[in-house]
């Protein structure tokens, strides 16, 4: 009896044995992913590439395993795409397939889990929140009620630096500066609101919380609890900092901003001209029973993140290279002089008219992509692309700074020329035409935000070079241009002193 009882235990083991290599047989014969490094039990490829994945690093791995290919980070499968055809294929082909956003630990906490319009699904939430928020902040009506607005910011720049008695000797951190400008820019449109003073406490506590969000979001210091669920424990700490800064911060927006207007606007009708600012918009569509006070605010803290920084960043960027490149930066002069005449000021519509200072803006996104990997797509079911199997729910990254670096489709790309895109390149524009050139994306999840972004970049870099010459600091020749990345963002790792010296006409 015993030895029939075991002969069936082996018997009943060799055939668990047999499915068990059948099924993941199959499973091998039915997946066919992309190259990559062979992953170890666990961990994955983590401990081979490491946290920082940069676009610079993820280039290195694309020139080895090829334009599409895949990571095991722990548990979370991430897909890096770094030719033209492919990112063709992510963003407009196949655009509904990969058209949602993965959302990490942190990521899941600051957008509330996907109640804003820049981290969710796509689906019936991401269109109703973009069919929201499009009227407010996303068409040329916003961009004609706001430009002379933009304008006055740029001017009050330009006084404050002339101003500042060091600015032209020592030099000044004139990042701080565009920084105040970069919020009035954005929260006149969103509340008719303006700060006077960096020192304005109101204005200092948004800037640290803002500060906070994206030291915390964009860091590589919780990728261990991200990517590997048994260590999640560890990252309780860090997890506790976040929930807090969430709530403070979504607090702020809610008691400084949002209830402010609405008590003003219950005692006299909207602004002096009578027109309506972003929030009255959105507080309609709450009204509607369309979404609630929660999406409310995470609209606010989405454009705190999306508009303000990257355009920031970006304006950062461009002094930098035209401080570098001072030749270029006499040529933009130059034009500017030519086309609207000494000491005229550059305005909206006069950026249309010079198309170096567009060259310019467009080199400096080009070279310096504010997000190059765009922000990360995700394919909601199982997927094609390239030929290979994308597991559902990957993280999807698209080297965007790749295909606008690579040497393969450009001439001598590591050169900042904004000839370039008036010369060999000049039928390529920012909005995504052309496949080699993303940095706002193209398609469906692309940024709505740079209808406000390209003008406002021309105006500011247009009266910063029209009023002043950006030169280094005294006794250096460049300013560094080191680079900081981080989860998918790119910005200066020093925001330099610079030496700007009045123009007189
Ligand atoms: C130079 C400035 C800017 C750059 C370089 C930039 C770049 C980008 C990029 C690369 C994406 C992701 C595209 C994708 O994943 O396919 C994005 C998304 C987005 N941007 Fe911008 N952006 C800028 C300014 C702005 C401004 C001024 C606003 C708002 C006023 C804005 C609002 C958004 C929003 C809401 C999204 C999410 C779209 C979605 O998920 O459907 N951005 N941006």
Not at 243 to 256: A, H, P, S
Not at 261 to 272: I, V
Not at 434 to 444: A, E, K, T
Not at 463 to 483: A, C, H, M, W, Y
């Amino acid at each position: 009896m015993d030895l029939l009882l075991l002969e069936k235990t082996l018997l009943a083991l060799f055939v668990a044995v047999i499915v068990a290599i059948t099924i993941s047989k199959l499973r091998g014969k039915r997946f066919k992913l992309p190259p990559g490094p062979i992953p170890v039990p666990i961990f994955g490829n983590w401990l081979q590439v490491g946290d920082d994945l940069n676009h610079r690093n993820l280039t290195d791995l694309a020139k080895k395993f090829g334009d599409i290919l895949l990571l095991r980070m722990g548990q979370r499968n991430l897909v890096v795409v770094s030719s033209p055809e492919l990112a063709k294929e992510v963003l407009h082909t196949q655009g509904v397939e990969f058209g949602s956003r993965t959302r990490n630990v942190v990521f899941d906490i600051f957008t509330g889990k996907g109640q804003d319009m820049v981290f969710t699904v796509y689906g019936e939430h991401w269109r109703k929140m973009r069919r929201i928020m499009t009227v407010p902040f996303f068409t040329n009506k916003v961009v004609q009620q706001y430009r002379h607005g933009w304008e006055a910011e740029a001017a009050s720049v330009v006084e404050d630096v002339k101003k500042a008695p060091e600015a032209s000797t020592t030099g000044i951190i004139i990042r701080r500066r565009l920084q105040m400008m970069m919020y009035n820019n954005m929260y006149r449109i969103m509340f008719d609101r303006r700060f006077d003073r960096e020192d304005d406490p109101l204005f200092m506590k948004l800037k640290a919380l803002n500060g906070e969000r994206s030291r915390l979001a964009q860091s590589f210091d919780y990728n261990y609890g991200d990517f590997i669920p048994i260590l999640r424990p560890f990252l309780r700490g860090y997890l506790k900092i976040c929930k807090e800064v969430k709530e403070r911060r979504l607090q702020l927006f809610k008691d400084y901003f949002v209830d402010e207007r609405k008590k003003l606007s219950s005692t006299k009708p909207t602004d002096h001209e009578g027109l309506k600012c972003a929030i009255d918009h959105i507080l309609d569509a709450q009204k509607k029973g369309e979404i609630n006070e929660d999406n409310v605010l995470y609209i606010v803290e989405n454009i705190n993140v999306a508009a303000i920084e990257t355009t920031l960043w970006s304006v950062e960027w461009g002094i930098a290279e035209l401080v570098n490149h001072p030749e270029i930066q006499k040529k933009l002069r130059h034009e500017i002089d030519t086309v609207l005449g000494p000491g005229v000021q550059v305005t909206e519509p006069d950026t249309l008219k010079l198309p170096y200072l567009q060259a310019v803006v467009k080199e400096t996104l080009r070279l310096r992509m504010a997000i190059p990997l765009l922000v990360p797509h995700m394919n909601l079911h199982d997927a094609k692309l390239g030929g290979f199997d994308i597991p559902a729910e990957s993280k999807i990254l698209v080297n965007a700074w790749w295909l606008a670096n690579n040497p393969a489709n450009w001439k001598n790309p590591e050169e900042f020329r904004p000839e370039r895109f008036l010369e060999e390149e000049s039928k390529v524009e920012a909005n995504g035409n052309d496949f080699r050139y993303l940095p706002f994306g193209v398609g469906r999840r692309s940024c709505p935000g740079i209808i406000l972004a390209l003008p406002i970049l021309g105006i500011t870099l247009g009266r910063l070079v029209q009023n002043f010459e950006l030169l280094p600091p005294p006794g250096q020749s460049k300013i560094d241009t080191s680079e900081k990345g981080g989860q998918f963002s790119l910005h200066i790792l020093k925001h330099s002193t610079i030496v700007a010296k009045p123009r007189v006409f």
